[in-house]
């Protein structure tokens, strides 16, 4: 398990809390920025949006290539130009 970065953050009367700076950078967000918090379990996981994206989009998409039987750049341009001319 990864050691916390801020202990003892406090959760103000409207739910919010301040996320110290060094951790806003780590996240690379700032000031009216969104974060995505994720529920994993018994904790928490909070990412930029743009990185848990990015993340989901490798994972829905893990072994597509091999279903599809690209295993180069011309397979996929292939792949491409057929679609295309599908539509």
């Not at 780590?26 to 994993?40: A, F, M, P, Q, Y």
Request: glycine residues 4%.
């Amino acid at each position: 398990m990864s050691t916390p970065i801020v202990e003892g953050a406090k959760v103000m009367s409207k739910g919010q809390i301040t996320l110290p700076k060094d951790l806003r950078e780590k996240l690379n967000v700032s000031e009216g920025d969104r974060v995505v918090l994720i529920w994993d379990e018994d904790r928490v996981v909070m990412m930029n949006p743009a990185l848990y994206a990015m993340r989901m989009l490798q994972r829905n998409l893990t072994g597509s290539a091999e279903e599809l039987h690209l295993s180069n750049e011309s397979d996929v341009q292939t792949l491409i130009d057929e679609v295309r001319a599908e539509a």
